[in-house]
């Protein structure tokens, strides 16, 4: 694939259905996002960091419209209720009617705020995404799961609203810091690890050209993901089934992020890690071979990403902070394990003993 070219994938849900756009000058490209908006009204939602660098290029296609844009400080911690409201606010303010639309420009907090408030705002308006991290062009801007977080936890307020459009333009990533690329990676890997072992040997191949950042290979990996997630959520939106594989390494990823209290992990560092352990646990329960842990530890490795439980972390903590995972049925835990690269199952009633032993093992490794 050469990189001045367009991919196009389609996330097929009936009337609903949307394209996923992945290339370079996607941004300032506005006849073809253009399109996708029904009516005179758009707000832009971004962030103070994303702003300043890649605002500009597309608001220059708003032209002729009725817009305005609203900045949230950077960080997790404001992808919150109250930024809600004041982006609510922002649309009333504009005399937003019903065919308005709400461009998302920024990473995977951008996206799922923005997303919940067009959700809200008349009971459901229009919404593009402009992912401009790696995470969200393969992950958060696909599949229409928006929410902010409660003080209570993260995520637990939300709804699935499907975009108009994703705008995946890779020249913003020229400005991503390396470290929330290679964390944007991890998904990628998930992806694969979950149902696709050709594209898990493809990254093995690629591994080092993804690390450098090629552009041929990160469109191609992006291109690759998306394909595979477009595909589980055409087959089960709202995640009835196959959609909860999504979340391979997410149980216990999601107990080291907050036992690092949201600094020492990244989310998709927590997901790497926690990759990991899902596989040794798998492998424990006799589901998997060490080879295929091996494997998935080498990839990682080689893609720079963290393989290890950062230090200071207790496994009984840990465990204790699984059993709050939303996937959890009347207190057993239910977790996504793996049958080896590319098989991954919903596995109910794991023992927690079990999960003790592969968190115990690896806090004292
Ligand atoms: P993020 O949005 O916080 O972005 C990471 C950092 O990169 C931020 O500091 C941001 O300002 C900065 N940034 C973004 N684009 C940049 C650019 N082009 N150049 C320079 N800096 C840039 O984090 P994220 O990793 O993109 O997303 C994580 C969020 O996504 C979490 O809230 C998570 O819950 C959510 N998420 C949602 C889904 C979903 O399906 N909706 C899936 C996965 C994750
Ligand atoms: N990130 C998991 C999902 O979209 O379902």
Redesign the pocket.
């Known amino acids: 694939m050469n990189a001045n070219d367009l991919t196009t994938i389609d996330v097929t849900l009936g009337t609903r259905s949307y394209p996923v756009w992945i290339g370079r000058g996607l941004l300032g490209d506005s006849a073809r996002w253009r399109a996708r908006l029904r009516g005179r009204h758009a707000l832009v939602v971004s ?1 103070t ?2 702003a300043p ?2 605002l500009e290029r597309m608001t220059k296609g708003l032209e002729g419209l009725a817009w305005s844009s609203f900045l949230l400080d ?3 911690a404001h ?1 919150s209720f109250a930024n809600v409201e004041r982006v609510l606010a922002a649309l009333a303010e504009l005399g937003a009617t019903r065919d308005a639309c709400v461009i998302a420009l ?5 996206g ?1 705020l923005a997303g919940f408030s067009a959700a809200c705002w008349m009971r459901g308006i229009d919404f593009i995404q402009m992912p ?2 790696l ?2 062009m393969v ?2 801007s696909v ?1 229409g ?2 929410g902010v977080n409660l003080p209570a936890g ?2 637990l307020v939300g709804a699935f609203h499907q975009p108009r459009a994703v705008v995946a333009d890779i020249d ?2 020229a ?3 390396d470290r ?1 690329y290679r ?1 944007g990676l991890a998904e990628v890997v998930k992806g694969a690890a979950i149902g696709d072992e050709p594209f898990f040997a493809w990254l093995e191949t690629h591994a080092d050209a993804l690390a450098a950042r090629d552009d041929d290979a990160v469109i191609e990996a992006i291109a690759r993901k998306v394909r595979y997630k477009a595909g589980v959520v055409a087959r089960d939106e709202t995640e009835q089934g196959e959609r909860a594989l999504l979340n391979l390494g997410h149980t216990f990823g999601h107990a080291l992020e907050t036992a690092g209290r949201y600094t020492a992990l ?3 560092e927590g997901v790497a890690v926690g990759m990991l352990l899902a596989a040794r646990l798998s492998e424990r329960l006799g589901m998997s071979a060490a080879a295929d842990t091996a494997r998935l530890r080498r990839l990682l490795e080689k893609l720079g990403l963290p393989v290890v439980v950062p230090p200071g972390m207790d496994a009984q903590q840990l465990l204790a902070l699984m059993r709050l995972d939303k996937k959890n049925t009347a207190g057993q835990l239910r977790l996504i394990l793996w049958r080896g690269i590319g098989k991954a199952e919903i596995v109910g009633g794991v023992a927690e003993s079990e999960v003790l032993a592969v968190l115990q093992a690896a806090v004292a490794a």
Do not use: R
Request: proline content about 3%; overall charge negative; glycine content about 16%.
């Open positions: 962030n960091t994303v660098l890649h950077d960080g997790e992808k920024g990473g995977g907090v951008v799922d401009t991290t995470l969200a992950d958060s599949g799961k928006t993260k995520n913003t990533l400005t991503l810091p929330e964390a990244l989310h998709g």
